[in-house]
């Protein structure tokens, strides 16, 4: 039987072309010119495929692509004007199989049709044999599962499988989007292809656009001989980004030129290398956030994420529990050539079903593998599955200690607002408000005064040079009496300067900023502490800085940068 196919697009010198092309590949076709003929071709005849302009004279292709996907399967795709892809991104949402960039470049446009051909091919096999096609068997022996959450994800993989389009797998680490990228790929017409996965995190930054365009001889250091990139090798099959999130920003825009323009240029190449690949990609984080964050290009994620399919956890589907472990353990016992697959007690597998799987089907198989090793025999019971006991009395007293545990964080809370009310009242003048600083700041400051060291809760008056003199001459009972009266000469002398500090920041704070500058204040401020120290300490400089808390040498530099004297006579 003839393949037919329709034709639509304003430009009679393009459709000809179409046509002769067509008909060399022993396709007969029709061609309309506007979007009101083509809808009368469309319901007079029937047509295998369709090939359409987005761009029309009396309408939108995005339309007939709409009609014609909600009425029939058949496959159709798009022709697009340079510059146009959000037009053609969304003719892929809509339901187009594929999309073609003018200028029409003929050998784009055959592989097109042959996509298209093998695409009605299977349609004919899966008709032939309703009951259980081969498709429908290759899905239900590779992604196990017949929850009900399962049905339409595999109704849709059955449909993304048939489309050129793009498509993001978003979903938790462990949900298999590997696997549901290997069957999007095994149930396509690139099946004959390669099926190239990538981990984008896994390739060092500098040599990612080696990796993915591949390079010439002698391009730079170490390139020996030519490398074909993934690009290249994934040519005529499907390319598995994992992990798209973690691209660097560099090389977005690159792989965003590759995907619109399908063309890669190897390093150190002078001409870029047309390449018919399919995209699909893959990660666990939130790509829309990382979009708002600045941390993926906008652009590249409209280009990726054409068609999104979210995969569910495992705790989605805990019915399907009992026939993946039986599906694991019979691939252990394959995989670890054992006489027979392991099988788990009926109290082993109620409690998997309980069990809250943050790895999800990868953290089963971990599992499974664990107790296929500790178990003695081909039976699997719950301790060796290395899984806590749960009891109900202790899943209450969890829940009332969750509960108190969440009450008691909240008056915290209760108390930061009142505290907050209490404030708002207190400060309710500006008057009010100001005494409130003052008397704040000369808290600090009287701290500050008696307890110079961060660390220490009293202050220690070390003794002075001339105590330590007198101690050691017996006879001279006068000098002591002196030095006792030149420490309390000092003392009360410090105690004077540090009120009139105080007095100085209640005025200050009264309203008053300082005359000549903050620098200037602190400065002021830190030299008045480190005579302080001083005057408690004999002028002993290490002791000084002991209670400061700071170095000597530290405090030698402050004194020379305050200007204050290294000899207490001065």
Not at 12 to 19: E, I, K, N, S, W
Not at 64 to 72: A, G
Not at 203 to 209: A, D, K, R, V
Request: aromatic share 6%; net charge negative.
């Amino acid at each position: 039987m003839t393949t037919t196919a329709l034709v639509v697009d304003d430009e009679v010198d393009l459709c000809r072309l179409m046509q002769i092309t067509l008909t060399k590949m022993g396709i007969r076709s029709d061609v309309a010119y506007t979007l009101s003929q083509a809808r009368t071709f469309w319901q007079d005849n029937d047509y295998d495929f369709c090939l359409t302009d987005l761009k029309l004279p009396d309408g939108s292709g995005l339309e007939l692509v709409k009609e014609i996907s909600n009425s029939s399967n058949i496959p159709i795709a798009v022709i697009t004007a340079h510059g146009s892809m959000d037009l053609a991104i969304e003719a892929l949402k809509l339901g187009a199989f594929d999309f073609v960039n003018k200028p029409l470049e003929l050998p784009r446009l055959r592989q097109l049709v042959e996509n298209a051909l093998k695409v009605i091919h299977q349609d004919n096999e899966v008709q032939a044999a309703p009951e259980c096609s081969p498709e429908q068997k290759m899905l239900d022996s590779r992604l196990i599962g017949n929850s009900a959450v399962m049905h339409p994800l595999k109704n849709t993989i059955l449909k993304l499988a048939r489309s050129q389009a793009p498509v993001f797998l978003s979903g938790a680490s462990g949900t298999g989007k590997e696997v549901v990228a290997r069957l999007i790929h095994d149930l396509s017409p690139r099946r004959d292809g390669s099926f190239v996965p990538v981990n984008c995190g896994a390739i060092p930054s500098e040599l990612m656009e080696s990796e993915f365009f591949g390079h010439k001889k002698g391009s730079f250091t170490g390139a020996v001989a030519d490398k074909q990139g993934l690009f290249q090798q994934a040519n005529g099959g499907t390319l598995f980004l994992d992990e798209v999130a973690d691209l660097p920003l560099a090389m977005q825009v690159k792989l965003l030129r590759a995907i619109q323009e399908k063309t890669v240029r190897a390093i150190g190449d002078t001409k870029e290398v047309p390449v018919d690949i399919r995209i699909l990609s893959a990660t666990h984080k939130d790509l829309s956030q990382l979009v708002q964050d600045g941390a993926f290009r906008q652009d590249l994620y409209y280009r990726i994420n054409v068609i999104e399919l979210k995969l569910p956890t495992l705790n989605a589907r805990r019915d399907d529990i009992p026939v993946l472990a039986d599906h694991f353990l019979a691939m252990i016992a394959d995989d670890w050539q054992l006489e027979s697959p392991p099988s788990l007690t009926m109290e082993a597998c109620e409690r998997l079903q309980r069990h809250d799987f943050a790895g999800n089907v990868r953290e089963l198989r971990n599992l499974l593998e664990r107790a296929v090793t500790l178990a003695d025999t081909s039976y699997i019971d719950v301790s060796h599955l290395g899984l806590p006991d749960i009891e109900p009395e202790l899943v209450n007293t969890q829940e009332q200690n969750h509960s108190s545990a969440v009450d008691s964080s909240e008056l915290p809370a209760r108390d930061v607002e009142n505290q907050i009310d209490v404030q708002s009242t207190a400060q309710s003048t500006k008057d009010g408000e100001q005494v409130i600083q003052s008397s704040s700041m000369v808290t600090q400051v009287e701290q500050r005064a008696t307890n110079l060291h961060p660390y220490r809760t009293n202050t220690n008056h070390y003794p002075s040079m001339v105590q330590h003199s007198s101690a050691s001459n017996d006879n001279s009972s006068t000098n002591v009496a002196n030095t006792y009266d030149e420490e309390s000469l000092l003392a009360s002398t410090a105690q004077q300067e540090t009120s009139k500090d105080i007095s100085d920041l209640q005025e200050l704070f009264d309203g008053q900023l300082p005359p000549q500058g903050l620098e200037h204040y602190l400065q002021e401020q830190e030299k008045q502490l480190i005579i302080t120290a001083l005057r408690q300490t004999g002028w002993n400089k290490t002791q000084a800085a002991e209670l400061l808390g700071t170095t000597f040498r530290s405090l030698r530099y402050r004194m020379k940068k305050l200007e204050i004297s290294e000899d207490a006579s001065d």
